[in-house]
């Protein structure tokens, strides 16, 4: 992705690499596939855009690359579809013919043949990156979840999710829930990362709306729910803290320590006998690999995501990678990162690194990597960040950060939508 900044679900910053040595003799004619147009493809894309005598095709299902990392500030009204969503074949067309968008859906994948049966057709190939991502687990022990509750890691979803939610904001507004002292219940389950965003900034919405609509917006409630004894589990104390005061600051109702039971439309059942009513629910408590993990025969975790080597390849496939969140993806010690943009790009990176090398006949170094920073969106104009391990900020400072790393990557895209935009009017002339 563009700019200097790395970016996550949580406004993650890295260090950038550089993968184009000045001795450049890559084999003429190689076509390089990337399947999925996510963070780790786009970053991809782009780092091998740069070498010389590379063709490169991106398939994706969806004819848009979603900026799931903004879906708290979509789902809770303060963003719009622009902010979140950007034209995949437009943004191919700014890389002048060498690059080329497929909107079309994989069906399977040939290794021995090297080749990719998608809806409409088959491509071939040299060297593959699947790049697939992750799509929200609906535990199937808990009855009712799936049925009864919205994910965030797709647009469709976000998108019927905040439609439900400004639906709600306009009856308090209308005074159709005439029982004021009847408090409308949002249920959020999983304190992690995408969790406490959009938790944090749907109560900021409502906290501000309630100076506009009157009192009735205090009327919604909401709950944000984890089994773990805290939110953000695995996070520094600092992040932990200063982010659970922000939340009980916005009159965010927080239950740790809370294992759900089983879930009908209008209840959440707790294993403790206890019950909550909701209005609506997003869930946001696990992630598994896409569908197509589950087509290809090689070793998986138990949420189908790859287990690869230390090159990241698919097991037995020398010109095969994965990355991103359809991964297991471990540092150089074994430990496992998170699944967040960060490491999809940094993982993607390293993938075109090592084609690179690969290109040129030498061996690439085994793939490490770390978690750099930290940013967290707590509403309005305040966030919770940590860098390189010792630098710690919050509020407004944070905010003004986290929006610099946001501002970076979205003008990557749209300058190279732009140049997109002005080739195929070029095009279009030249035709007439």
């Known amino acids: 992705m563009s700019g200097k900044f790395g970016y996550n679900a949580t406004f993650m910053l890295r260090k950038t690499t550089t993968i184009a040595p000045k001795n450049r003799t890559v084999n003429v004619g190689k076509h390089i596939v990337i399947i999925g ?3 780790g493809g786009l970053r991809a894309v782009e780092f091998l855009a740069k070498e010389p005598n590379l063709t490169i095709t991106l398939i994706d299902k969806n004819p848009y690359h979603y900026l799931q990392t903004e879906a708290y500030g979509y789902i809770a009204g303060r963003f719009d579809i622009h902010d979140i969503a950007i034209d995949l074949e ?4 700014g890389f002048k013919g060498k690059v080329r968008f ?3 859906y994989v069906h399977s994948l040939d290794f021995a043949a090297q080749t990719i049966t998608c809806h409409t057709q088959t491509l071939s190939y040299d060297y593959l990156i ?3 991502g992750a799509q929200t687990n609906f535990f199937s022990f808990i009855e009712g979840l799936r049925a009864n509750s919205h994910g965030v890691k797709n647009l469709e979803r976000a998108y019927n999710f905040r439609k439900e939610f400004e639906d709600l904001i306009y009856k308090q507004m209308q005074n159709e829930e005439h029982a004021k002292t009847e408090s409308i219940n949002i249920a959020i389950g999983g304190a992690g990362l995408s969790g406490v965003e959009v938790a944090a ?3 900021n919405v409502i906290h501000t709306y309630s100076k506009t609509i009157g009192e009735r917006a205090k009327a919604i409630k909401i709950y944000l729910i984890d089994a773990s004894k805290t939110i953000l589990p695995g996070m520094s104390d600092y992040v932990i803290e200063n982010t659970q005061k922000r939340l009980e600051s916005l009159g965010v109702e927080i239950l740790t ?6 879930v009908d439309g209008e209840q959440i059942m707790f294993k403790d006998g206890s019950r909550l009513k909701y209005r609506f629910m ?5 992630i598994k690999a896409s569908n197509l993990n589950n087509k290809i025969d090689t070793s998986k975790n138990k949420t189908a995501q790859f287990l690869t080597d230390d090159m990241l390849r698919i097991q037995g496939q020398n010109n095969v990678f994965a990355i991103g969140d359809c991964v297991e993806v471990r540092d150089a010690r074994g430990e496992i990162l998170p699944p967040t943009a960060q490491i999809a790009e940094k993982s993607a990176e390293y993938a075109a690194h090592a084609i690179h090398m690969l290109l040129q006949g030498k061996i690439p170094r085994a793939f490490d990597a770390s978690v750099s920073g930290i940013f967290i969106a707590l509403g309005g104009h305040y966030a919770v960040g940590e860098m390189f391990g010792f630098i710690k900020v919050k509020g407004y400072w944070a905010y003004l950060l986290k929006k610099a790393i946001t501002y970076a990557y979205y003008l990557g895209l749209h300058l190279r939508i732009n140049t997109g935009y002005k080739n195929r009017i070029k095009e279009h002339q030249a035709k007439e």
């Open 37 to 39: 147009g996510g963070y």
């Open 90 to 93: 437009q943004w191919c067309s």
């Open 102 to 104: 497929c909107n079309d």
């Open 130 to 132: 699947i790049a697939t």
């Open 201 to 203: 900034e749907m109560a």
């Open 257 to 262: 320590d809370s294992f759900i039971n089983n």
């Open 282 to 286: 997003i869930f946001t408590g696990g």
